[in-house]
Protein backbone atom coordinates (compact mmCIF):
# COMPACT_ATOMS: atom_id res chain seq x y z
CA UNK A 1 0.00 0.00 0.00
CA UNK A 2 1.24 3.54 -0.85
CA UNK A 3 2.30 5.56 2.15
CA UNK A 4 1.22 8.93 0.66
CA UNK A 5 -2.19 8.70 -0.86
CA UNK A 6 -4.19 11.48 -2.55
CA UNK A 7 -7.51 11.93 -3.73
CA UNK A 8 -8.83 12.52 -6.25
CA UNK A 9 -6.35 11.81 -8.47
CA UNK A 10 -7.91 13.83 -11.39
CA UNK A 11 -10.65 16.64 -11.11
CA UNK A 12 -12.32 18.63 -13.60
CA UNK A 13 -13.70 21.94 -11.89
CA UNK A 14 -15.47 25.29 -13.11
CA UNK A 15 -14.30 28.51 -13.05
CA UNK A 16 -15.49 29.80 -9.21
CA UNK A 17 -15.89 26.48 -7.83
CA UNK A 18 -14.54 25.53 -4.07
CA UNK A 19 -12.21 22.53 -4.48
CA UNK A 20 -10.43 20.74 -1.64
CA UNK A 21 -7.49 18.37 -2.38
CA UNK A 22 -6.71 15.65 0.17
CA UNK A 23 -3.60 14.00 1.70
CA UNK A 24 -3.30 11.32 3.97
CA UNK A 25 0.34 9.23 5.07
CA UNK A 26 1.26 6.25 6.75
CA UNK A 27 4.94 7.17 7.28
CA UNK A 28 4.30 8.46 10.73
CA UNK A 29 6.06 11.80 9.75
CA UNK A 30 5.45 15.24 11.51
CA UNK A 31 6.05 17.30 8.58
CA UNK A 32 4.02 17.81 5.23
CA UNK A 33 3.48 19.79 2.09
CA UNK A 34 1.92 20.91 -0.63
CA UNK A 35 3.56 21.62 -4.18
CA UNK A 36 2.13 22.55 -7.33
CA UNK A 37 3.98 21.56 -10.94
CA UNK A 38 3.89 23.46 -14.02
CA UNK A 39 5.64 22.41 -16.97
CA UNK A 40 9.38 23.64 -16.65
CA UNK A 41 8.73 25.21 -13.68
CA UNK A 42 9.96 22.44 -11.36
CA UNK A 43 7.75 22.20 -7.78
CA UNK A 44 6.86 25.51 -6.23
CA UNK A 45 6.01 25.05 -2.77
CA UNK A 46 1.87 26.66 -1.39
CA UNK A 47 1.98 25.68 2.15
CA UNK A 48 3.91 22.93 4.54
CA UNK A 49 2.80 21.83 7.76
CA UNK A 50 5.73 21.01 10.94
CA UNK A 51 2.96 20.17 12.90
CA UNK A 52 -1.11 19.36 13.68
CA UNK A 53 -1.05 23.26 15.40
CA UNK A 54 1.42 24.58 12.21
CA UNK A 55 0.48 26.13 9.15
CA UNK A 56 2.58 27.78 6.76
CA UNK A 57 2.57 29.55 3.71
CA UNK A 58 4.98 28.82 0.95
CA UNK A 59 6.34 30.69 -2.16
CA UNK A 60 2.71 30.79 -3.70
CA UNK A 61 -0.36 30.83 -1.14
CA UNK A 62 -2.20 33.38 -2.75
CA UNK A 63 -6.32 31.76 -3.63
CA UNK A 64 -5.23 28.14 -1.60
CA UNK A 65 -5.81 27.53 1.78
CA UNK A 66 -4.69 24.31 4.26
CA UNK A 67 -6.09 22.61 6.91
CA UNK A 68 -4.25 19.63 9.02
CA UNK A 69 -6.85 17.89 10.74
CA UNK A 70 -4.34 15.10 12.15
CA UNK A 71 -0.63 14.51 11.95
CA UNK A 72 -1.89 12.10 8.88
CA UNK A 73 -3.88 14.31 7.00
CA UNK A 74 -3.04 17.59 5.01
CA UNK A 75 -5.91 19.18 3.40
CA UNK A 76 -5.76 21.86 0.41
CA UNK A 77 -8.32 23.90 -0.61
CA UNK A 78 -9.19 26.39 -3.58
CA UNK A 79 -11.65 28.70 -2.41
CA UNK A 80 -12.75 29.92 -5.76
CA UNK A 81 -11.51 28.04 -8.31
CA UNK A 82 -9.91 30.02 -10.95
CA UNK A 83 -7.96 28.51 -14.50
CA UNK A 84 -4.56 29.30 -13.94
CA UNK A 85 -4.18 26.87 -11.21
CA UNK A 86 -4.56 23.79 -13.60
CA UNK A 87 -1.54 22.21 -12.51
CA UNK A 88 -0.33 18.78 -11.37
CA UNK A 89 -0.47 19.01 -7.27
CA UNK A 90 1.29 17.15 -4.78
CA UNK A 91 1.42 16.32 -1.47
CA UNK A 92 4.65 15.27 0.39
CA UNK A 93 5.77 14.26 3.85
CA UNK A 94 8.98 14.61 5.82
CA UNK A 95 10.28 13.25 9.14
CA UNK A 96 11.43 16.05 11.34
CA UNK A 97 15.42 16.72 10.88
CA UNK A 98 15.74 15.00 7.56
CA UNK A 99 15.28 16.79 4.08
CA UNK A 100 14.03 13.74 2.31
CA UNK A 101 10.53 13.84 0.88
CA UNK A 102 8.20 11.51 -0.15
CA UNK A 103 5.87 12.67 -2.51
CA UNK A 104 2.24 11.53 -3.17
CA UNK A 105 1.26 10.24 -6.29
CA UNK A 106 -0.11 13.68 -7.59
CA UNK A 107 -3.96 15.17 -7.94
CA UNK A 108 -4.18 16.55 -12.16
CA UNK A 109 -6.58 19.41 -11.64
CA UNK A 110 -8.48 21.56 -14.57
CA UNK A 111 -9.81 24.46 -13.73
CA UNK A 112 -12.24 25.45 -17.17
CA UNK B 1 14.95 32.91 -12.00
CA UNK B 2 15.40 29.51 -10.93
CA UNK B 3 17.77 29.46 -7.12
CA UNK B 4 18.72 26.21 -8.48
CA UNK B 5 19.46 25.30 -12.14
CA UNK B 6 19.79 22.16 -13.95
CA UNK B 7 20.66 21.48 -17.31
CA UNK B 8 20.12 20.62 -19.60
CA UNK B 9 16.43 20.92 -19.89
CA UNK B 10 16.11 17.96 -22.37
CA UNK B 11 18.55 14.91 -23.18
CA UNK B 12 17.11 12.20 -25.62
CA UNK B 13 19.50 9.82 -26.20
CA UNK B 14 20.58 6.28 -27.74
CA UNK B 15 20.39 3.32 -25.09
CA UNK B 16 23.99 2.45 -23.86
CA UNK B 17 24.92 5.87 -24.11
CA UNK B 18 26.67 7.66 -21.26
CA UNK B 19 25.04 11.38 -19.95
CA UNK B 20 25.42 14.39 -17.02
CA UNK B 21 23.12 16.06 -15.50
CA UNK B 22 23.99 19.34 -13.53
CA UNK B 23 22.27 21.42 -10.67
CA UNK B 24 24.07 24.82 -9.99
CA UNK B 25 23.48 27.42 -7.83
CA UNK B 26 24.90 30.73 -6.00
CA UNK B 27 23.38 29.55 -2.57
CA UNK B 28 25.15 27.22 -0.22
CA UNK B 29 23.28 23.95 0.95
CA UNK B 30 23.45 21.99 3.57
CA UNK B 31 22.30 19.06 1.70
CA UNK B 32 20.91 18.11 -2.16
CA UNK B 33 18.81 15.85 -3.43
CA UNK B 34 17.66 13.75 -6.58
CA UNK B 35 13.91 12.89 -7.42
CA UNK B 36 12.84 10.66 -10.41
CA UNK B 37 9.39 11.47 -11.62
CA UNK B 38 7.79 9.18 -14.14
CA UNK B 39 4.73 10.30 -15.54
CA UNK B 40 1.60 10.21 -13.95
CA UNK B 41 3.56 9.68 -10.49
CA UNK B 42 5.13 11.71 -7.87
CA UNK B 43 8.53 12.27 -7.46
CA UNK B 44 10.99 9.64 -6.07
CA UNK B 45 13.96 10.09 -3.91
CA UNK B 46 17.57 8.92 -5.42
CA UNK B 47 19.88 10.27 -2.98
CA UNK B 48 21.03 12.62 -0.35
CA UNK B 49 24.02 14.35 -0.29
CA UNK B 50 25.28 16.68 2.37
CA UNK B 51 29.06 16.63 2.57
CA UNK B 52 30.92 18.99 0.32
CA UNK B 53 32.62 16.70 -2.43
CA UNK B 54 30.27 13.49 -1.42
CA UNK B 55 30.00 10.93 -4.22
CA UNK B 56 27.23 8.01 -3.36
CA UNK B 57 26.74 5.62 -6.43
CA UNK B 58 23.71 3.89 -6.86
CA UNK B 59 24.01 1.15 -9.90
CA UNK B 60 24.88 2.90 -12.89
CA UNK B 61 24.02 6.37 -11.23
CA UNK B 62 26.72 8.36 -9.80
CA UNK B 63 26.14 11.45 -7.77
CA UNK B 64 28.36 14.26 -6.61
CA UNK B 65 28.12 17.20 -4.47
CA UNK B 66 30.23 20.01 -5.38
CA UNK B 67 32.87 21.34 -3.04
CA UNK B 68 31.29 24.34 -2.00
CA UNK B 69 28.21 22.85 -1.42
CA UNK B 70 26.43 24.96 -4.44
CA UNK B 71 26.05 22.26 -6.75
CA UNK B 72 25.46 18.93 -8.05
CA UNK B 73 25.64 16.26 -10.93
CA UNK B 74 24.03 13.29 -11.55
CA UNK B 75 25.75 10.94 -14.31
CA UNK B 76 24.45 7.92 -15.85
CA UNK B 77 26.84 5.35 -17.18
CA UNK B 78 25.23 3.13 -19.99
CA UNK B 79 21.29 4.33 -20.15
CA UNK B 80 18.39 2.28 -20.48
CA UNK B 81 15.35 3.19 -21.65
CA UNK B 82 13.46 2.45 -17.79
CA UNK B 83 16.09 5.56 -16.97
CA UNK B 84 13.65 7.97 -19.01
CA UNK B 85 11.67 10.02 -16.94
CA UNK B 86 12.30 13.78 -15.12
CA UNK B 87 14.96 14.28 -12.97
CA UNK B 88 14.81 16.82 -10.57
CA UNK B 89 17.60 18.35 -7.77
CA UNK B 90 16.23 20.09 -4.93
CA UNK B 91 18.38 21.76 -1.94
CA UNK B 92 18.10 22.43 1.89
CA UNK B 93 19.65 25.29 3.08
CA UNK B 94 18.89 27.79 7.09
CA UNK B 95 18.30 30.05 4.48
CA UNK B 96 15.12 28.95 2.76
CA UNK B 97 14.07 27.73 6.37
CA UNK B 98 15.12 24.16 5.69
CA UNK B 99 12.34 23.76 2.89
CA UNK B 100 13.38 22.33 -0.30
CA UNK B 101 14.19 24.34 -3.62
CA UNK B 102 13.59 22.61 -6.56
CA UNK B 103 15.25 23.03 -10.12
CA UNK B 104 13.00 22.94 -12.94
CA UNK B 105 13.94 19.60 -13.41
CA UNK B 106 15.71 17.86 -16.97
CA UNK B 107 13.84 15.69 -18.76
CA UNK B 108 15.48 12.56 -20.10
CA UNK B 109 14.17 10.35 -23.02
CA UNK B 110 16.31 7.42 -23.92
CA UNK B 111 15.72 5.48 -26.84
CA UNK B 112 16.00 1.95 -27.62
Known amino acids: DADVTQTPRNRITKTGKRIMLECSQT?????MYWYRQDPGLGLQLIYYSFDVKDINKGEISDGYSVSRQAQAKFSLSLESAIPNQTALYFCATSASGRPAQYFGPGTRLTVL | TQLLEQSPQFLSIQEGENLTVYCNSSSVFSSLQWYRQEPGEGPVLLVTVVTGGEVKKLKRLTFQFGDARKDSSLHITAAQPGDTGLYLC????????????FGAGTILRVKS
Open chain 2, 90 to 101: AGASAEYGNKLV
Open chain 1, 27 to 31: KGHDR
